[in-house]
């Protein structure tokens, strides 16, 4: 930096090495941050080749990283948590404490700071999973001052989870649920972070906003695997109804398979009860002000981007 140039304003973020993370890192240093990173080790990702980010190396659990990650910093913006979990208490352990240390270290150490919690829209329901509970209680434990952005499903270039999807729509049958159909709520993660980006710029502190594309409305699951396969340029699968209890048992024995093998995914029977609860649309009015943000990727237009990134990135995974 040269002496003409003013010093950039500083976004703490904790997440920022995770697939949703890596794209509010590049939206915030495009729109002029320089981005301070939580992380257990240094990281070399593409995503980040122009971000070039300052490291605090530690987690939510390290008191000494977290007055280090936010000492200084003009926004806070907290995305780090867990997904899938063995149970309730390890869903708690870092969706809730850690974001309750982190609330209590901004407020002793940096009380002006601007501060935005990433949570989901499973938090409008904690009864029906140990996700969404813990997601609510990280909702209730920040203080007022804090912004949370409960947005829908995010996809995007980096989504290692959604590949499933991918699968799904060229399976030759997909299973779907009795009427009245699921709806969900999608957002492509570049809108997301640009969302984020505008939270961390505006003045007005606190407000709970839920977040998605342009149909707040939500999307069918059958209409999301009829546009994958036409963009992969398949048949869709073909859809078989059924009940509510084949979801609850694939949910059940889900878990009892992570539970015999140590390997823990994100389906069970807590998302399969999420998936059940059938409305995740965005409601009216609980949206960002259209002065502040609205989206600019459709839906089709971002689920090829997704696509194309999961065809250009298979041999790493598969």
């Known amino acids: 930096m040269t002496d ?3 010093a950039r304003p500083v976004a703490a973020l904790t997440g920022g090495t995770g697939f949703i993370g890596q794209h509010v890192a590049a939206a915030l240093a495009a ?17 980040l080749a122009d971000v070039t980010p300052e490291l ?5 659990a390290d008191p000494a ?11 806070v913006v907290h995305l780090a ?25 901004v407020a002793a150490e940096n009380p002006a700071a601007r501060c935005v919690l990433v949570s989901s829209l499973a938090a409008r329901e904690p009864a029906l999973s140990a996700y969404a509970a813990s997601k609510r209680a990280g909702e209730d434990v920040v203080g007022p001052a804090w912004t949370i952005l409960r947005p829908g499903v995010v996809y995007g270039p980096g989504d290692q989870e959604g590949r499933a999807l991918q699968r799904l729509a060229r399976a030759p049958f997909a299973a779907r649920v009795r009427a009245p159909a699921v709806k969900l709520a ?21 407000g709970r906003y839920e977040i998605a594309d342009h149909r707040p409305e939500g999307y069918g699951m059958e209409e999301i695997l009829h546009l994958v396969a036409e963009l992969l340029g398949r ?4 859809m078989v109804t059924l009940p509510d209890q084949v979801f609850n048992l694939a949910g059940m024995a889900a878990d009892g398979f992570a539970l015999a093998t140590g390997r823990q995914g994100i389906f069970g029977y807590g998302k399969t009860r999420e998936l059940l609860h059938r409305d995740w649309s965005v409601r009216p009015g609980a949206t960002i002000p259209r002065g502040l943000w609205s989206p600019r990727i459709s839906l089709a237009a971002g689920m090829q981007d997704t696509l194309r990134w999961w065809q250009t990135h298979s041999s790493r995974t598969h």
């Open 4 to 6: 003409a140039e003013p």
């Open 31 to 47: 729109a002029g941050w320089k981005v301070r990173l939580l992380c257990r080790r240094d990281i070399v990702s593409p995503r």
């Open 56 to 60: 605090v190396l530690g987690d939510l």
């Open 65 to 75: 990283a977290l007055r280090r990650l936010v000492a200084g910093a003009t926004a």
């Open 81 to 105: 948590g867990l997904t899938k979990a063995r149970n309730r208490d390890g869903f708690m352990q870092v969706n809730r404490d850690g974001t309750a240390l982190l609330s209590r270290t």
């Open 186 to 206: 999608m957002v492509h993660a570049t809108d997301l972070a640009e969302a984020i980006a505008a939270l961390c710029a505006d003045d007005e502190a606190g």
């Open 235 to 238: 048949r869709p699968p073909r």
